[in-house]
């Protein structure tokens, strides 16, 4: 588990979609690589949709077996 709080603005949304991501494909994830697996994302600031467009942000790149393992193992929640 991870909680992220901060000020508007910090890049609190990048940060976690950069994790979710690493920790969905078993990319490198800051300096170390992570045993792949599912991701709960749980906003409090941001609506799932701009959830979702960080994660297209984060992801464009990827080749097409990385996104599909990226959209079944990446799950939104916002609480907005």
């Known amino acids: 588990p991870c909680?992220?709080?901060g000020?508007?603005?910090t890049s609190k949304t990048g940060l976690l979609v950069a994790a979710a991501v690493g920790l969905a494909t078993g990319r490198p994830l800051f300096g170390s690589v992570p045993e792949p697996g599912s991701t709960l994302v749980v906003s409090a600031e941001d609506r799932r949709d701009t959830i979702r467009r960080h994660l297209h942000g984060a992801t464009h790149h990827l080749p097409p077996d990385a996104l599909?393992?990226?959209?079944?193992r990446?799950?939104?929640k916002d609480l907005v």
Request: positive net charge; hydrophobic residues 65%.
């Open 3 to 5: 909680l992220l709080q």
């Open 7 to 9: 000020a508007g603005g």
């Open 68 to 72: 599909a393992t990226v959209a079944r």
């Open 74 to 76: 990446v799950v939104v």
